[in-house]
């Protein structure tokens, strides 16, 4: 999948891999990178790009999952919420790593039938689904 041209670029620029840093051009963002003890790292305050990727994935999703309602003028509520949970692993199907994404989609107030089918037309059109689908294993819930 391509796109026809890009509205936004971000760039960032890290040094040191899973422990060093990462920082966007606007100095917007800075962050420790640290690996977590279960990984075999120290476990240090930093984060790791899992739970980066863990909040961009989930920020993304509620923001497609809000224009796929306003096409159906539905009301996304306030409250509305997605906790993503972003796994590491050995690859299943060969040499390397993987990794897995789960979502559980929270909509209060609206009624499941038309969460289900709002969450199952925002996971077309959401660029992390989209770059993952076929990729790596995703996992959605509506809560």
């Known amino acids: 999948m391509s796109i026809k041209s890009a509205v936004y670029t971000a760039h960032a620029h890290t040094t040191g891999g899973r422990t060093g840093t990462s920082k966007t051009d606007d100095g917007r963002l800075s962050v420790t990178l640290d690996?977590?003890?279960e990984m075999g790292?120290?476990?240090?305050?930093g984060t790791?790009?899992?739970q980066l990727f863990a909040?961009?994935?989930s920020a993304c999703f509620l923001g497609a999952l809000k224009a796929v309602a306003r096409g159906e003028k539905v009301k996304v509520p306030d409250e509305a919420t997605i906790d993503a949970a972003v796994?590491?692993?050995e690859?299943?199907?060969g040499p390397g790593f993987a990794i897995a994404a789960e979502l559980t989609i929270t909509l209060p107030g609206i009624e499941r039938a038309v969460a289900e089918?709002?969450?199952e037309k925002a996971h077309q059109i959401c660029p992390y689904s989209n770059?993952?689908?076929g990729n790596i294993d995703v996992k959605l819930t509506v809560a």
């Open 35 to 37: 690996t977590p003890k």
């Open 41 to 45: 790292g120290n476990g240090g305050a």
């Open 48 to 50: 790791n790009p899992e």
């Open 55 to 57: 909040a961009g994935y």
């Open 87 to 89: 796994s590491f692993g």
């Open 91 to 93: 690859n299943a199907n």
């Open 117 to 119: 089918t709002l969450v």
């Open 131 to 133: 770059a993952t689908r």
